[in-house]
């Protein structure tokens, strides 16, 4: 896949200020630092175009990255960080199920989660309410370059028991440090879309 374009065209905190126009969205979603908008950066060849962090928290608003003038990336806030006020974490909530509840323009949410551990209570909850809003997902098990190939396949394992996965999901390993599993995610997402 090439990229010719992006565009961050607008961090979004309420509905009124999503874009606009009929163009197809695709949502990251995952724990706090599990590598979403590292995720976004490898797959668009950006090193930092999406800001990323060592420390969790680093996304707070929507942020809808319009590509090849064609389609959307909306990088999310990211959940499970234990040091947040229980304010903020109401905060999160409403303005994530705004967003994943209503959106017509979502057509599929990419789950990233960490190849190295088995998923937590929150991304079996994540999973489920995509789940629930008919909403396609392609889980991503990232961090893979930190996974020797000998225990990779035990871990997808792992993943695809924990979270429960339906017959129609499957997993794609990846790297946003080293980019493996980049051709086979852009693949993943054209059999969703025309993208
Ligand atoms: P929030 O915005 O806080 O929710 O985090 P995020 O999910 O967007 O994570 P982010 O992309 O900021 O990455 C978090 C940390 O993980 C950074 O230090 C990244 O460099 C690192 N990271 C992300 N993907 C990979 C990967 O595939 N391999 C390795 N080794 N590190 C990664
Ligand atoms: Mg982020």
Do not use: C
């Not at 979603?29 to 797959?43: D, L, P, Q, T, Y």
């Not at 960490?114 to 937590?120: M, S």
């Not at 339906?166 to 051709?183: H, L, N, Q, T």
Request: charged fraction near 30%.
């Amino acid at each position: 896949m090439k990229v010719n374009s992006v565009e961050l065209v607008i961090s979004a905190v309420k509905e009124q200020q999503y874009p606009n126009d009929p163009f197809p969205e695709i949502a990251l979603a995952g724990r706090s630092n599990v590598g979403k908008s590292s995720f976004i950066n490898r797959m668009i060849q950006r090193k930092s175009m999406a800001r990323t962090s060592a420390k969790p928290g680093k996304t707070q608003t929507l942020n809808f990255y319009f590509i090849n003038e064609n389609f959307y990336f909306v990088d999310v806030p990211g959940y499970g960080y234990a040091k947040v006020s229980k304010k903020e974490r109401e905060k999160w909530g409403t303005m994530m199920e705004t967003y994943f509840s209503s959106r017509e323009e979502l057509k599929l949410t990419v789950l990233i989660v960490d190849l190295r551990h088995k998923p937590t209570e929150d991304d079996f909850l994540m999973y489920d309410f995509l789940k629930y809003y008919d909403i396609p997902v392609l889980i991503i098990a990232t961090k893979m370059d930190k996974v020797p190939k000998s225990k990779r396949q035990k871990q997808l394992k792992v993943i695809s028991e924990t979270l429960d996965i339906e017959p129609e999901d499957r997993i794609v390993p990846f790297s946003a440090e080293s980019g493996e599993g980049k051709e086979e995610a852009w693949k993943a997402i054209r059999s969703y879309m025309n993208v």
